[in-house]
Structure formats: C-alpha cells, structure tokens
C-alpha cells in the first residue's frame, strides 16, 4: 500500500536521555557544627498541685481529714485515687458510720441496707430475719448492733453464723454449714453426710459406730466424758436419738463440775436478782423464770443451803407426772448427794471422785485445821472438861468432813468424864488426872436409875441438837 502523506513527512524522535535526576541537582553546601542549646530560668514557674505533692506528704495531710472528705477527694483524679486509699487511712468506725448515714439520709439509698462486711447496699431480703429487724435493723436502738450488720452471702459464705444452728430467713430457718459453706433448710442440712462444695454429691454411708447395736453404742457412751457425749449428740439424726448424755454419764462429778465451770464463765455475778442459776435435774444453766421462787432461792439459809437439789420446772413436770412421770430420771437425782469433804456432787452408793481429784488440796485444809484446832486449845488444860466440851463441839460443827463415830465417841467420853463416869484408871496410868476430890477410903457408889436417865437425854441432845447458846453446854 501507498503510505499516506503524513506518514512521510514524520521525523523520527530522539533517544530518550538515560541519566538520572540526582545527576542535574548542585551538590550542596557543606555542614556546619549546631551549637548547644543552653537552659535559662523560666520567670513564671508552673504552680504545685495535689498530684505533684510527695507521698508522706500526701498521706499527712489526708489525717486531717474525714472519711467521707477523703473518699470524695479520691475520686477526683487517677493519681489521687491511686495515691488516696481512705480504707487503709482512716479508722473503720468512721467507715461503718459513713455508712449507716448513707442508708438513712442519701435518698439514692432509699429502702435499701449496708451491709457492713462486703460494705454494698442491698434489698431487705438480701439480710436475715434477725440483722433486717430489732437492734440491727435500719431504725435498732443499739448502734453496735447495727454495726455489726451483715448480708445472708457473707454470713454463710463467711461463716459469721454458728455452725448448723438455726437462722431465721423470711420466716423460713435455715442451718448454715461451716464446711461446706452453704445454708440449707432442716430436711437438707449437713448432718453425717460429706459436705462437697456447689451440691448434695458424695452422700456418705452410716459410719463404723453407727452400725453398731444399740445397746454396744449405749455402753460405749457411759465411758464417754459429760462434754463430748454433748458434741456426740449434735452429730446427726442418729446419735441425736441415742445419746441421753444425763442418763448414760456415770460421772456426776464431771457434769457438776463442767455445768458449774459454764456458769461462772459467762461472767454473770451471782448476786444479782435475775443471775441464772443450774438445774441439778437436767444439769443446764437455766434462766430465773425457768424456775419457782423456792427452788430458785434453794442456795439461802432458811431453805438450808441445799442448792444442789435444785430443779427447773420442766424436770419437776418430768419427774412428777402423774401419767408420763420418768422414774428412772428421778431415782437417780435421789441418789446425788453432797459430798461433806470435799463439797461436789456424788452418788450416795459410791465413792467421791472429787475427793480423789482433790485429795491434795484436801490434805491441806485437814493440816490448816488441826494447826488451828491445836492453837486453840494451847491455852487450855486438855482435862478441864467444862473448856474442852464447847471446843470439841465447836470443831464438830465447823468442820468440813462428816462426823465420824470415833468423833463421837470422843465427846460421849467427855460427857462420861464430867459426870464421873468415865474410866479413871487409864489416866492414873499415864499420870495426868490427880483425883484428890475422891476419898481413898470410900468406894465409888452405884450409878442409879436416875443418872442413867440423865446420860440417855444427854447422848440424845448431843447427837440432835447440840449446846444451846443461852447456856453451858450438856448443864
């Protein structure tokens, strides 16, 4: 083909240029050395602020201030609520009181309680019966009650209650477990079964003393101590029905003296009008309207100082019914006797486990008595029958052991002595008596009908009454 006419007259372009830009640019000039820059005074310094302040400080000026103040104060910056804990600054009574004003005037607060554990607001049935209620509610008279107040979580979870004792949770009793920390009602609570964390897993079998026979568990408990038969009752539902701890302790001087160590350890003066006394019959401390005024009043002295025979009135309903009367109870409150030695409660029929325990301390109360007895008679003669009678009769009936016969026999020969009718020649033998009224010559006459008489109504007076105080001795 013909090529056109401006494809002839086109001149070929020229070669593009293969060199690079950087090759077209002046090189610049050298470098020079900057010179250092040098620090002048700022004539208008920045001011100091609480952020800046050093901790000590910090932690000295925030003494000066109250709780609510500092908890305000925190919570104004990150610094300062980093730097401000007024937990770890300011008491926790000023805490709790921050918050029991919170719960009665911050209307945000309305209908709601502190819990003054985990230190929240939380409904009224978020608490138990007894801390939304009485001294511990919103309106209680007793401020350390209502400081003392916890939510139903905390108190189960803490185990702030006491361990599988009931506690009162709108109107239904629940039984918290230390163990396994959960509060559950009667029909479910922890009893013999193994507590497991989150459910009822791992129910547990009867345990080794369980399967027992009755009459071997029985026997077993009367070798068991008063205190622990009580902890073995509250074990479960099956030795809480064969555990009697009064009826199978055969050791009455170890439940007197466990009920009496309870009683004085609750601090109570027992002087006062409503001090609570123990029942002897069910060996339980026991209020005073528990018992009738005669028994209550059994420790003074027109009723003869027998306090150990007291009982409340549910021991004299079970001793006494006509129909349902428990004759075995009461035989064996029968058998309980003070002991005269050692002053704790025995067995009539068996021996005094507390003279044993305290066959020391007895040993030196007999050594103080004869060291007074003996000072006693140092200033008079031992054979002057009208000084020695009202001694003997005055060691008798101030000692602390009982009249033993040879002590009796001692007075009787006293008496003997004083009327003449005592044996003269033993004391010639060891040379103490002189018998200078009695004539060598004359024989010592017949004691007659009438002097016999007269010993019989003297040994009986002895013996019932003793000296009456308007007058001599046996006169």
Same mark, same amino acid.
């Not at 040098?38 to 000590?56: G, I, Q, S, Y």
């Not at 939380?122 to 007894?130: H, W, Y």
């Not at 009755?214 to 030795?239: H, Q």
């Given at each position: 083909?013909?090529?056109?006419?401006?494809?002839?007259?086109?001149?070929?372009?020229?070669?593009?240029?293969?060199?690079?830009?950087?090759?077209?640019?002046?090189?610049?000039?050298?470098?020079?050395?900057?010179?250092?820059?040098?620090?002048?005074?700022?004539?208008?310094?920045?001011?100091?602020?609480?952020?800046?302040?050093?901790?000590?400080?910090?932690?000295?000026?925030?003494?000066?201030?109250?709780?609510?103040?500092?908890?305000?104060?925190?919570?104004?910056?990150?610094?300062?609520?980093?730097?401000?804990?007024?937990?770890?600054?300011?008491?926790?009574?000023?805490?709790?009181?921050?918050?029991?004003?919170?719960?009665?005037?911050?209307?945000?607060?309305?209908?709601?309680?502190?819990?003054?554990?985990?230190?929240?607001?939380?409904?009224?049935?978020?608490?138990?019966?007894?801390?939304?209620?009485?001294?511990?509610?919103?309106?209680?008279?007793?401020?350390?009650?209502?400081?003392?107040?916890?939510?139903?979580?905390?108190?189960?979870?803490?185990?702030?209650?006491?361990?599988?004792?009931?506690?009162?949770?709108?109107?239904?009793?629940?039984?918290?477990?230390?163990?396994?920390?959960?509060?559950?009602?009667?029909?479910?609570?922890?009893?013999?079964? %193994? $507590?497991? =964390?989150? !459910?009822?897993?791992?129910?547990?079998?009867?345990?080794? &003393?369980?399967?027992?026979? #009755? +009459? /071997? *568990?029985?026997? %077993? $408990?009367? =070798?068991? !101590?008063?205190?622990?038969?009580?902890?073995?009752?509250? &074990?479960?539902?099956?030795? #809480? +029905? /064969? *555990?009697?701890? %009064?009826?199978?302790?055969?050791?009455?001087?170890?439940?007197?003296?466990?009920?009496?160590?309870?009683?004085?350890? #609750? +601090? /109570?003066?027992?002087?006062?009008?409503?001090?609570?006394?123990?029942?002897?019959?069910?060996?339980?401390?026991?209020?005073?309207?528990?018992?009738?005024?005669?028994?209550?009043?059994?420790?003074?002295?027109?009723?003869?100082?027998?306090?150990?025979?007291?009982?409340?009135?549910?021991?004299?309903?079970?001793?006494?019914?006509?129909?349902?009367?428990?004759?075995?109870?009461?035989?064996?409150?029968?058998?309980?006797?003070?002991?005269?030695?050692?002053?704790?409660?025995?067995?009539?029929?068996?021996?005094?486990?507390?003279?044993?325990?305290?066959?020391?301390?007895?040993?030196?109360?007999?050594?103080?008595?004869?060291?007074?007895?003996?000072?006693?008679?140092?200033?008079?003669?031992?054979?002057?029958?009208?000084?020695?009678?009202?001694?003997?009769?005055?060691?008798?009936?101030?000692?602390?052991?009982?009249?033993?016969?040879?002590?009796?026999?001692?007075?009787?020969?006293?008496?003997?002595?004083?009327?003449?009718?005592?044996?003269?020649?033993?004391?010639?033998?060891?040379?103490?008596?002189?018998?200078?009224?009695?004539?060598?010559?004359?024989?010592?006459?017949?004691?007659?009908?009438?002097?016999?008489?007269?010993?019989?109504?003297?040994?009986?007076?002895?013996?019932?009454?003793?000296?009456?105080?308007?007058?001599?001795?046996?006169?």
């Amino acid at each position: 083909p013909v090529p056109s006419r401006q494809a002839t007259m086109a001149t070929p372009s020229a070669p593009p240029d293969t060199k690079t830009t950087t090759d077209m640019v002046p090189a610049s000039p050298p470098a020079t050395p900057t010179p250092t820059p040098t620090l002048t005074p700022n004539p208008h310094p920045a001011l100091t602020t609480l952020e800046t302040l050093p901790l000590d400080i910090l932690f000295h000026l925030a003494t000066y201030l109250p709780y609510p103040t500092l908890l305000f104060l925190s919570c104004t910056s990150r610094p300062l609520h980093a730097a401000l804990n007024p937990d770890a600054l300011r008491p926790r009574t000023e805490k709790i009181a921050h918050y029991l004003l919170a719960e009665r005037h911050f209307p945000q607060h309305a209908g709601r309680l502190a819990c003054l554990v985990c230190f929240q607001f939380k409904t009224p049935a978020q608490f138990g019966d007894s801390k939304r209620r009485g001294p511990a509610g919103r309106c209680g008279g007793s401020a350390v009650k209502r400081g003392e107040r916890f939510c139903w979580d905390c108190g189960v979870r803490g185990r702030l209650y006491i361990h599988l004792r009931g506690v009162l949770k709108g109107g239904v009793r629940y039984y918290p477990c230390h163990r396994c920390g959960e509060a559950r009602v009667e029909s479910q609570r922890c009893l013999r079964e %193994v $507590c497991v =964390l989150g !459910g009822m897993e791992g129910i547990g079998g009867d345990s080794r &003393v369980e399967n027992l026979p #009755r +009459g /071997v *568990v029985e026997r %077993v $408990c009367g =070798l068991v !101590g008063y205190g622990d038969l009580i902890k073995l009752k509250m &074990v479960s539902r099956y030795f #809480r +029905g /064969v *555990v009697d701890p %009064v009826r199978q302790c055969r050791d009455v001087y170890g439940m007197w003296e466990f009920v009496m160590e309870k009683i004085l350890r #609750r +601090g /109570v003066p027992l002087g006062r009008w409503d001090a609570p006394r123990v029942c002897f019959g069910c060996f339980r401390p026991r209020k005073r309207v528990q018992f009738s005024e005669n028994q209550y009043h059994l420790s003074r002295t027109y009723n003869h100082g027998e306090y150990w025979r007291r009982r409340c009135w549910e021991c004299l309903r079970r001793f006494y019914h006509p129909q349902l009367a428990d004759t075995e109870a009461r035989e064996r409150f029968h058998r309980q006797v003070m002991c005269g030695t050692c002053r704790c409660l025995r067995f009539a029929d068996e021996d005094c486990w507390g003279c044993e325990v305290n066959k020391d301390k007895i040993a030196e109360w007999t050594r103080m008595k004869r060291l007074k007895m003996a000072a006693k008679a140092e200033s008079q003669s031992m054979w002057d029958n009208d000084a020695l009678l009202p001694v003997w009769w005055e060691g008798v009936a101030s000692a602390d052991q009982p009249e033993s016969d040879d002590l009796w026999e001692e007075g009787l020969g006293l008496c003997f002595d004083r009327l003449g009718f005592g044996d003269d020649h033993s004391l010639q033998e060891d040379g103490v008596r002189e018998q200078e009224a009695l004539s060598p010559d004359v024989d010592d006459p017949e004691p007659s009908s009438t002097a016999n008489s007269n010993l019989t109504t003297i040994i009986s007076d002895v013996r019932e009454s003793g000296p009456r105080e308007d007058e001599a001795p046996f006169s």
